[in-house]
T-cell receptor, first 114, second 111 residues
Framework: DTAVSQTPKYLVTQMGNDKSIKCEQN?????MYWYKQDSKKFLKIMFS???????INETVPNRFSPKSPDKAHLNLHINSLELGDSAVYFC?????????????FGSGTRLTVV | QKEVEQNSGPLSVPEGAIASLNCTYSDRGSQSFFWYRQYSGKSPELIMS????GDKEDGRFTAQLNKASQYVSLLIRDSQPSDSATYLCAAVSGSARQLTFGSGTQLTVLP
C-alpha cells in the first residue's frame, strides 16, 4: 500500500509545453511538500501546504503553480517548460507536531525537457 | 552560507570498515536532525533522527549531535556493499520549520 504516490514517474516533454505532476498520500498527514532534486542530488524545497493552505513558497519561477484540493493531494503544474526545469521532483508529507518522524517521500517524477 | 553543509565526498571505505559522514548546520534554532539514505534512482529513505545532544544508536548506525558545535554525524559500523548510496543530512529550520537538506555525500563500500 503506497504511502505517498506520484504520477507520472517519468515525463519527457518539449520546451514551451505545460505539464502537471500529481501527488497523493494515504498517511493521514496534514502537510505536503514539493522538492526539486537537481543533477548534483541537491534537494531543495519549493512549496509546502498545511491543510490546503500554502505555508512555504520558496523563490521559484511563477511558471510553477501548486494546487491542493484537499490535505491528501498536492499537485504541481508547470507552464512554459524550460530546459532548466529538467530534474527529479519529489512530493513528501509529514504531520505537524510529529517532526521526529521526518518526511515520507514519494518515488519521484523524473522530468526531462527537450 | 548554506543552511546545512556536508563533506563533499565521494567517500569510499572497504567492506567491514566504519564509514563516517559529517554535517554542520547554521541555524542555531534547529532542534531536529535527520539522516536519509538515497539509492540511485530511488527516493530518500529516513534512517535516523536525533534531537538530543549525544549519541543515538540503531543497529549498525549511530547518529551523533553536538548542538554547541552545530555538528551532526552518522557512523556506519561494519559497512556493507549494500550501504553504498548517497546520504543526506537534514535539519528542521527556517521560519516555517521545514526540512532543509545538505547536498549529500556519496558513499561507496568496496567488497
Amino acid at each position: 500500500d503506497t504511502a505517498v504516490s506520484q504520477t507520472p514517474k517519468y515525463l519527457v516533454t518539449q520546451m514551451g509545453n505545460d505539464k502537471s505532476i500529481k501527488c497523493e498520500q494515504n498517511l493521514g498527514h496534514d502537510t505536503m511538500y514539493w522538492y526539486k532534486q537537481d543533477s548534483k542530488k541537491f534537494l531543495k524545497i519549493m512549496f509546502s501546504y498545511n491543510n490546503k493552505e500554502l505555508i512555504i513558497n520558496e523563490t521559484v519561477p511563477n511558471r510553477f503553480s501548486p494546487k491542493s484540493p484537499d490535505k491528501a493531494h498536492l499537485n504541481l503544474h508547470i507552464n512554459s517548460l524550460e530546459l532548466g526545469d529538467s530534474a527529479v521532483y519529489f512530493c513528501a508529507s509529514s504531520q505537524r507536531g510529529q517532526e521526529l518522524g521526518g518526511y515520507t517521500f514519494g518515488s519521484g517524477t523524473r522530468l526531462t525537457v527537450v | 552560507q548554506k543552511e546545512v553543509e556536508q563533506n563533499s565526498g565521494p567517500l569510499s571505505v572497504p567492506e567491514g570498515a566504519i564509514a563516517s559522514l559529517n554535517c554542520t548546520y547554521s541555524d542555531r534554532g534547529s532542534q531536529s536532525f535527520f539522516w536519509y539514505r538515497q539509492y540511485s534512482g530511488k527516493s530518500p529513505e529516513l534512517i535516523m533522527s536525533i534531537y538530543s545532544n549525544g549519541d543515538k544508536e540503531d543497529g549498525r548506525f549511530t547518529a551523533q549531535l553536538n548542538k554547541a558545535s552545530q555538528y551532526v554525524s552518522l557512523l556506519i559500523r561494519d559497512s556493507q556493499p549494500s550501504d553504498s548510496a548517497t546520504y543526506l543530512c537534514a535539519a528542521v529550520s527556517g521560519s516555517a520549520r521545514q526540512l532543509t537538506f545538505g547536498s549529500g555525500t556519496q558513499l561507496t563500500v568496496l567488497p
